[in-house]
């Protein structure tokens, strides 16, 4: 079983749409939890770092943290064509901070 | 955000032949660079953990003979295949993060990857 899960999609929303992409994970030692979108043919890009439990939000794109059940989410609102691209999770424990555990991403395609 | 500069973004060498990936950190210092492999459709696998000054850090599987890791400054690691083949054709990616008042932050800026086809 891999230590990070995420669902490879495609996901395929309508422009203006909500989208939730979401990881889980078995490795209670995460502290760090970041979203990274990536195009194609592209290095990943980061978009959003929380630590521990909680929200964060930063304009259209928010970010959820669940610790207690290994679930994390990131939610795009008001999706543009230009968010469509494949979005890593990507996880870190704190006493080895910077070597992070990456999910398989999820393609996303919003269609205008 | 920190930029991270990675050259060249594509390369076509024939099989046998060894090929050099830089990746520069071009506004911050990086103590620690990462180099990692993409296989279509999947996710980044960690290759190696490069620190400035000392050897590199190797995942288990991968052969350090023939990828071979020099971080020579805070600002430049390179990767070079050795005795490329046409399994090693792959998309390879650095990143590096910032130390900040001692604490190294786990978010990691990339480069823009490098496209190997080895022919």
């Known amino acids: 079983q891999k230590e990070v ?26 502290q760090y939890f970041m979203w990274y979108r990536q195009y194609s043919r592209k290095g990943p890009e980061l978009l959003m770092y929380t630590y521990s439990s909680g929200n964060k939000e930063d304009g259209r794109f928010t970010a959820q943290v669940d610790k207690s059940s290994k679930y994390i989410s990131l939610f795009i609102r008001d999706s543009q064509p230009s968010d469509s691209a494949t979005y890593l999770c990507a996880m870190s424990a704190s006493t080895n901070a910077g070597k992070s555990t990456f999910g398989d991403g999820t393609t996303l395609t919003v269609k205008p | 955000g920190a930029v991270v500069s990675q050259h060249p973004s594509r390369v ?26 993409q296989f279509p459709k999947q996710s980044l696998m960690l290759m190696a953990t490069s620190n400035e000054g000392s050897k590199a850090t190797y995942e288990q599987g991968v052969e350090k003979d023939k990828f071979l890791i020099n971080h020579a400054s805070l600002t430049l690691s390179t990767l070079t295949v050795t005795s490329a083949h046409p399994e090693d054709s792959s998309f390879y990616i650095c990143s590096a993060t910032l130390r900040f008042r001692g604490r190294v932050d786990p978010e990691a800026f990339f480069g823009q990857g490098t496209r190997l086809t080895v022919v």
Do not use: H
Not at chain 2, 24 to 31: E, G, M, N, V
């Open chain 1, 5 to 30: 899960e995420q669902d490879p999609g495609p996901l395929s929303v309508p422009e203006g749409a909500i989208v939730s992409l979401n990881c889980t994970y078995s490795n209670s030692a995460f």
């Open chain 2, 12 to 37: 076509i060498c024939k099989s046998g032949t060894s090929v050099k990936i830089e990746c520069r950190s071009l506004d911050f210092q990086a103590t620690t660079m990462f180099w990692y492999r």
